[in-house]
């Protein structure tokens, strides 16, 4: 149970002002650094050709094991492809990509990214955490930390997308966690996304929520939006039998796809999960298995857009 706040606290914690509220010169300079990140922000994506988020509202569809494959996959067709993990809770990317471990190096222009085996330079906050199993601790102030999470998590995202030494890069790929609120954030931090990829599975469940992620993106006037299905079937090992996993008809179809183009078909295959989860993405590890030809389908997509994309 927490502790029952006096009442003069509570009027005090009222107090906390609006972003709005703040526009004006407080002393804190809050509004300017905000402004200057922005700005730096601008200025290094103006070196990306194609920026590409990969999120979905729910979790746990396959969000970073198709970013994984995608970047190496794409990185193996020549592109120069980086990787930033937005998921400062539970980042996974740094171990799909194999740099789990790697030192990052601090530059005058900026923090030096992760170099993958595969050749993706990779960002994620497991590389700032010393321990393998440290849950991420905001420091925060000692009251109403709730209330300055989500700024603060914004502006980590805006310092590994603006602070990062990127270079040139043909297309920038942002795994999103899950919360359809992530992805709000996201579209507001990055007004300029190219590309924004939802995961979904045959599960009626993920589906509710993708659909809401699906709205939200088009609410938002985002240019392109592609559903990604993941695990759509699995195809047994021993026998070839191909079966769809969740037992759902092919509503997706009719219910999502209508809105949005089908810009990938991926079945569940043990497989990629153990090799992704183990740094070696199975496009490259096994690049003859039947759901590494339906990723390099989903890249060959991708690097048409990319080719396609801004200048
Ligand atoms: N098509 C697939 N076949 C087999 N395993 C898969 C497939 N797609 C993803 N996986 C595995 O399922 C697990 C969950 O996937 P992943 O971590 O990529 O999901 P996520 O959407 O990023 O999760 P979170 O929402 O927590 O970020 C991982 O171990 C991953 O390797
Ligand atoms: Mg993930």
Same mark, same amino acid.
């Given at each position: 149970m927490g502790k029952v706040q006096p009442k003069g606290k509570i009027k005090e914690m009222r107090k906390i002002r %609006?972003?709005? #509220? =703040?526009?004006?010169? %407080?002393g804190s300079e809050l509004l300017e650094q905000v402004i200057e990140q922005q700005e730096r922000l601008a200025d290094r994506l103006s070196q990306v050709k194609c920026l590409v988020a990969i999120a979905s !509202?729910?979790? !746990?569809?396959?969000?970073?094991?198709?970013?994984?494959? &995608?970047? +190496? /996959? &794409?990185?193996?067709?020549?592109?120069k492809v980086g990787a930033t993990d937005a998921d400062l809770n539970g980042p996974s990317l740094g171990r799909m990509l194999n740099v789990s471990g790697a030192t990052l190096v601090d530059s005058a222009d900026g923090v030096e990214p992760a170099m993958s085996p595969s050749g993706v330079s990779v960002m994620s906050m497991e590389l700032l955490q010393s321990e393998a199993d440290a849950p991420l601790k905001w420091r925060e102030?000692? @009251?109403? /930390?709730?209330?300055?999470?989500?700024? @603060? #998590?914004?502006?980590?995202?805006?310092?590994?997308l603006g602070d990062v030494v990127w270079g040139d890069l043909d297309v920038l790929l942002i795994d999103v966690p899950p919360g359809t609120?992530?992805?709000?954030?996201?579209?507001?931090?990055?007004p300029s996304l190219d590309l924004l990829l939802l995961v979904t599975t045959p599960s009626e469940?993920?589906?509710? $929520? $993708?659909?809401?992620?699906?709205?939200?993106?088009?609410?938002?006037? =985002?240019?392109?939006?592609?559903?990604?299905?993941? @695990?759509?079937?699995? =195809?047994?090992?021993?026998?070839?039998?191909?079966?769809?996993?969740? !037992?759902?008809? *092919? *509503?997706? #179809?009719?219910?999502?796809? /209508?809105?949005?183009?089908?810009?990938?078909?991926?079945?569940?295959?043990?497989? &990629? /999960?153990?090799?992704?989860?183990?740094?070696?993405?199975?496009? %490259? +590890?096994?690049p003859e298995s039947a759901?590494?030809?339906?990723?390099?389908?989903? $890249?060959?997509? $991708?690097?048409?857009?990319?080719?396609?994309?801004?200048?």
């Amino acid at each position: 149970m927490g502790k029952v706040q006096p009442k003069g606290k509570i009027k005090e914690m009222r107090k906390i002002r %609006t972003y709005q #509220e =703040v526009s004006h010169d %407080t002393g804190s300079e809050l509004l300017e650094q905000v402004i200057e990140q922005q700005e730096r922000l601008a200025d290094r994506l103006s070196q990306v050709k194609c920026l590409v988020a990969i999120a979905s !509202g729910k979790g !746990g569809v396959g969000k970073s094991a198709i970013t994984a494959n &995608l970047a +190496a /996959g &794409l990185a193996s067709r020549g592109f120069k492809v980086g990787a930033t993990d937005a998921d400062l809770n539970g980042p996974s990317l740094g171990r799909m990509l194999n740099v789990s471990g790697a030192t990052l190096v601090d530059s005058a222009d900026g923090v030096e990214p992760a170099m993958s085996p595969s050749g993706v330079s990779v960002m994620s906050m497991e590389l700032l955490q010393s321990e393998a199993d440290a849950p991420l601790k905001w420091r925060e102030p000692a @009251m109403g /930390g709730f209330i300055w999470q989500s700024s @603060m #998590e914004t502006g980590v995202l805006r310092e590994f997308l603006g602070d990062v030494v990127w270079g040139d890069l043909d297309v920038l790929l942002i795994d999103v966690p899950p919360g359809t609120d992530k992805i709000k954030r996201l579209l507001e931090l990055l007004p300029s996304l190219d590309l924004l990829l939802l995961v979904t599975t045959p599960s009626e469940t993920t589906r509710f $929520v $993708v659909a809401k992620s699906i709205r939200l993106a088009q609410e938002a006037m =985002v240019d392109n939006i592609g559903l990604v299905e993941n @695990m759509e079937s699995h =195809v047994c090992s021993s026998c070839g039998h191909v079966s769809r996993l969740f !037992g759902t008809e *092919a *509503a997706t #179809e009719e219910h999502l796809h /209508g809105s949005v183009s089908l810009w990938g078909s991926i079945p569940f295959d043990p497989r &990629l /999960g153990a090799l992704t989860d183990q740094g070696d993405p199975l496009i %490259t +590890a096994e690049p003859e298995s039947a759901a590494s030809s339906a990723l390099q389908a989903l $890249v060959e997509r $991708v690097s048409k857009h990319i080719k396609g994309g801004k200048e």
